[in-house]
């Protein structure tokens, strides 16, 4: 059980972006402690994946602050986010189509120098989606839906990250799979990684999070533990289907 | 001569020919796939490794520390072309690009004439002291022989950097998804420079064998190579880089044999039926013979 407030990992503080002269966030705040599963909920366009390309360094805010580790982040581009351990599976997957599974992998440890650490790592991912052992040599873009989400996962875990972002994995997947992709993110819990989680099935997202804000319109509206949200009324209303 | 021999000798004029369009082809498609830019200026910097190729020869220095430097000196222009040239206007529009690309070809090629004037200059460098040899009576020349041997060295070694090396790696990676590129932590910017570098260096080297054929250079000679690229491109399907090098081999074949088989009369038409070919493939197979169906937009 971790402690919040401690060993604070993330802090993001009234972080404004815009697209053009459209206001997507308006001054977002919200925390992330090393070892915590931490969920974002809203709808389509509350600026869920918004915030998290702030983090991960995609998109330059207006305003407001990132801290990660200690250190402002919101002025640097993506490849030195992954440097510092920041590593974002975007929304829709984007493994690289015409690259085979085992040069996917090897994309998403881009920047490490340590090969063996490396190889190693290529057989952790394996472990965590044995689907992906034998299509090593297969194009990613012949993978089904499922097995390109595995393989995104895979990917940005690739980079060894202290904190992993993971935006709509279980989007658009059939049930078996949603289930597959919802266990490894318990393991990863398991093995303390920390965890900022997006997700559109919130009753799962605020399963397995030990805490969660509500975006909406580009604002935070609620924060809480899971379990509180989870009772929430009007998150019961919005997310949870009545 | 007999058919036979005749046939061979102009099957390697092609494979010749073909080799200096698939060199000057390859730096243009990796950029492109990586940018979507069409260099035009590309060509020019054939001229430029020339220039420099025979200015440190003409100092004293030895053939192959001229030809050593002038194709450096080339890929460092490619890496100063990105820098100066392009990256200020990354982001902007694909039109931006291609019409600056083509203001990067009217400034070097002007500065050029300024510098060394107008007038061709002869470009003795690999002209060797018997020029070609005979095998089976087929007439075979040396600078043919050089071409073919080196350009399928370097294509063999350009397929292994793309496909072994974590540099070649990771340009196909921007070149199927820059944001997911940036995401796993790609260095763009590194990416970048390294297409421009190996580009240029084998626009110096295809600029070298391209003068040694014609030997002689000129401020203005960066500009059919560059165009025979591009309809070379367009051929193997633009962007590819497998499709660089097939479309610059038959590009090379069409050429070569077009004139072999055509009556003499016609021989002064060659550019022509190159460019009837160009638009004879946009009409029906406009993604070329490796392209993917569409082209989206990026950077």
Known sequence: ????????????????????????????????????????????????????MAIAGLLKPRKGQIKYCGRQVEKLSAYQTVRLGISLCPEGRRIFASLSVHENLTMGAVQRRDRKAVRADIDWVLSLFPDLKSRLEQSGGTLSGGQQQMLAIGRALMSRPKLLI???????????????????????KNENTTVLLVEQNARRALEIADRGYVIETGRITLEGPS??????ERVKNAYLGG | MSPTAYFFQQFLNALSLGSIYALVTIGLAMVFSILRLIN????????????????????????????????????????IMERVCYRPLRGSAEMTTLLTSFAVVVLLENGAILLFGPNTRPFGILNFSHPTFSIYSTLISKID???????????????????????????????DDLTASHLVGIHLNRVIVSAFFIGSLFAGLAGLLWSAR?????????????????????????????????????????????????????????????????????LIRPQGILGAKAMERRI
């Open chain 1, 1 to 52: 059980m971790p402690i919040w407030g401690t060993g604070k990992m993330l802090q993001v503080t009234g972080l404004e972006v815009f697209y053009g002269n459209i206001q997507a966030l308006h001054g977002v705040s919200f925390r992330v402690a090393a070892g915590e599963t931490v969920t974002i909920i809203g709808s389509n366009g509350a600026g869920k994946s918004t915030t998290l």
């Open chain 1, 166 to 188: 993971l935006d709509e994995p279980s989007l658009g997947l059939a049930p078996v799979l949603v289930n597959q992709i919802f266990n490894v993110i318990a393991a990863l």
């Open chain 1, 227 to 232: 379990a509180a949200l989870k009772n929430n």
């Open chain 2, 40 to 79: 035009f200026a590309h060509g020019d910097l054939m001229m430029i490794g020339s220039y420099a190729i025979l200015m440190i020869w003409d100092a004293g220095a030895p053939g192959w520390v001229a030809i050593l430097a002038g194709v450096a000196i080339s890929g460092v222009a490619g890496i």
């Open chain 2, 145 to 175: 022989v050089v071409t073919v041997i080196l350009t399928l060295t370097i294509l063999l070694l350009t397929a292994l950097f793309i496909k072994r090396t974590t540099m070649g790696i990771a340009m196909r990676a921007v070149a």
């Open chain 2, 214 to 282: 014609a030997g002689k250079i000129y401020p203005l000679m960066g500009f059919i190579p560059v165009v025979k690229a591009f309809v070379a491109a367009v051929i193997g399907g633009f962007g590819s880089i497998p499709g660089a090098v097939i479309g610059g081999y038959v590009l090379g074949f069409a050429e070569v044999f077009l004139i072999a088989l055509l009556p003499p009369d016609f021989q002064g038409y060659r550019d022509a039926f190159v460019f009837v070919l160009l638009i004879f493939i946009l």
